[in-house]
């Protein structure tokens, strides 16, 4: 897909503050109703075919603070499928520089907690799993279309 311009509003202050507070109230809800609320992404693509969340807690690579962010997520088999997309952003966001330095995390999906083991995906890996990212939310083609970085998939699997 060609490049395309990165909207604007994207790197302002005011869309990255609307960003962390509403990540922040979205786990806060999912955690404290165990998924009932906040367990499926309506914006973009995802408002005619609702996408499921989890949330993602990784060890801040500075801070050495549990980190957790709410993600859109594909299943596949035991293994739990992330985007570090960032809405097509220029860079990566902080949760995977975390999961870099620690690949240890936790996901909860739903009500189920489960420690895992995070890696980039292979670029065979991606090929394979793109399209089913794809399938579930369109917009991250859209996302891969504004940025010049390779956007990186991540794969939990269970300890």
């Known amino acids: 897909m060609p490049q395309q311009q990165t909207p604007k509003a994207l790197n302002s202050k005011a869309y990255s503050t609307f960003i962390k507070l509403g990540s922040r109230l979205n786990a806060r809800v999912y955690k404290m109703s165990g998924g009932r609320f906040g367990s499926k992404w309506r914006l973009g693509a995802g408002f005619k075919k609702p ?3 989890i949330l993602l807690t ?3 690579r500075k801070s050495g603070k549990a980190r957790t962010v709410p993600l859109l997520y594909l299943r596949d088999g035991a293994d739990v499928v992330v985007v570090a997309s960032q809405s097509g952003l ?3 966001p ?3 520089l975390n999961l870099t ?6 996901i909860q ?3 189920t907690t489960t420690v ?3 890696h980039e995906a292979t670029d065979t890996e991606r090929e394979r799993l793109w399209p089913q990212l794809v399938e579930i939310y369109a917009d991250f083609d859209t996302y891969q279309s504004w940025t010049d970085r390779k956007i990186p998939v991540i794969i939990c699997q269970p300890k």
Do not use: C, L
């Open 101 to 106: 330095a620690n690949p240890d995390v936790t």
């Open 116 to 118: 895992m083991r995070a």
């Open 109 to 111: 999906e739903g009500s």
């Open 58 to 60: 990784t060890i801040g």
């Open 51 to 53: 996408v499921p969340v």
């Open 94 to 96: 902080a949760w995977y």
């Open 90 to 92: 220029a860079s990566n």
